[in-house]
């Protein structure tokens, strides 16, 4: 009857912030249960919050998700909520929420949330999560709101979109950038084992993988446990992209990668023929 | 039926405590829903918790909180609990508490929880949290056991205080302190609105901040978007105090602002006359 | 009908991971409430994260516990689910569930996870947490699957052990090691109140800790409280376990002690004839 309500934002733990929205979703929601999907991620990082949340929508329940990294609070970007086969995503409109939204089939519909009647009045400068958002994704959890009783509807249904790199697929070189370090040092890249098919690459391979002027040989395997201890290696990781991994080691240290960072993966041949 | 548990510890989440009290609870209250107000706050710092609970109080489903910040376990502070208009708080008897206790309406019974038959029996030094606050919380939440199963009731439902800095208002001059810097570097002081206005302040207003020798002079706005990106601003948080923060950036840094140090608020003329 | 689920990981909190197993958990067993034991155990180390399910498990609601410490994934490391009088333990055979079903009675039945049709199918290289565990936890908790759907039985219904260090007393002296240190500093050891009162120790005697050259005379007392502020205790803690603390402080900085190092124990006499 009541949908569950999967719950993301940048607060961290130092503070009572995702505590305080637990409550209001308590209040206003009682028979939601709530998912906490993290809230660690860094400050105010839009990209890194919205490339989790695209990880994970796929395994969430379907119904409400509340998504709150906000660096732009109190400035002019828009409170939206929209409408999509998955169920309803909630937050504020500066990309964190387009990715996942397109992932699960887009939106049908996207409302400005502007109504006063369905938010807490606040003391003070408002704390979206808690006065705007946290209300809205109860209200519409618990079904006591649809999303026209948030506010108009937005022209077009459009949503702020994330700008994410592209490969780029030259000759036998894919171009890329390293776009997830995990907390073990797994470095998941943008390209996807498409683009290693388009150069010629296959699961067995050894891939030339150049990152600044270093050149590294590393073979394609499918999991960990088909290199030594300590070694590299490139596989399609748990979400379909490629990754980078040592085992029982952190790829991140020992490749000097992070968030950004470009990459090129060739096969062999060409890539001494560089 | 069963009453939502607010649940505020300082015990962190390097070991299994947090997640032990959630075992006693889900054994002895299994219809309770648990919240999470916060668990990282600084270890055994009563008045960071203390605050925080008073900010969070009225965002908590009303029924019972459970907070545990207790340098003093082990010795003879008392183990209490306290009903009020919100519900029931327990906890140990340091200061913790009162606040939020106050903030809701103040006790109308407080009673010394000293009932073995109401605790878990330890193999050891007893872990109040887990053998003696959270059963507790749990028996209480679940109503099988009222105030009076838990212990005598304590004379004149007198709970410790905290001990919080008053602001002084002389002349134009408002002298507080800054008591909480949150996880943004946002900077929180113990003034309020009320004490601005009492030197002739208001929104719009320029105020001159003094911190150690320093003066700034910052404008008093609504939110961040008032001012440009890196600059300072003086507004009323989302819990209604003043407060001081930097547009994308960290006050705390700025200002060189922790918890603790005094801040005095002033209007421009008053402060060039100093 | 539908039974809790005990969850614990070393995943932290910096990604996504712990908020998906938690989507899959929610998606297949929707009634069963989920207890986070702890997911900020140090990464791949199994020794921390069973000695904590084990001071753990007999404070957790019967049930499922499903635990995932796992270093060796996409090794042969078997993915096991085992049947005690407590519940199923489900995770990686490698030691880390073996000493908390041996707390809760031993195992009755040991299945090796293997069936596909209780996974989730990865689009790459599977998340064993995500993929194989939770599903089969979800389905055990759920009253869906039974263990024989999960996979085959493994003969003689063993877990890998855990090497866990044993105590040695000789004449009047304990030799034991560190293997906690909580997030406040206290120090617990593998030496039980039978060890020191095999070496004819009883509360209220002086002790001889020896740590490394080092000799300190530490009284044995039964709470922090008994001893002044700064000053050093050896006592018996909430698990049951011979500890060392010091009020208000740090032991293991006053001891510089950290998991894994000696420790011997003595009473007074034996100590300075040693």
Redesign the interface.
Known sequence: MTD?I?F?SD??????????V???L??LA?ES?V??????FP??NVKTAAL??T??IQ???EGVCLAVVD??????RRAVAAETPWGVFIGPDNGLLSPAVAMVGGASKVVSIENPETM?P??????HG??VFAPAAALVASGEAGLDDLGPVVAGDDLVPLLLPLTKVEGSIVSGEAWWV???GNVQTNVS?DDLAAIGLSPGDTVTVKVGATLHSIPWV?????VPEGELLV???????V?LAVR?GRADEELNLSDGVAVSLAGRRSATAE
């Open positions: 569950p999967s993301l607060f961290g733990h130092q503070d009572e912030f995702v505590g305080v637990h409550g209001v308590a209040k009682p249960p998912i906490d999907v993290g809230h660690d400050r105010g989790a949340l990880r994970a395994y969430l329940p660096p732009g609070v109190g400035t002019a807490i606040s003391p003070g400068e408002t704390f808690r006065d995990d907390a073990f084992p499918r999991s960990y446990g088909e596989y399609v990781d748990s979400v379909g992209l990754a029982d």
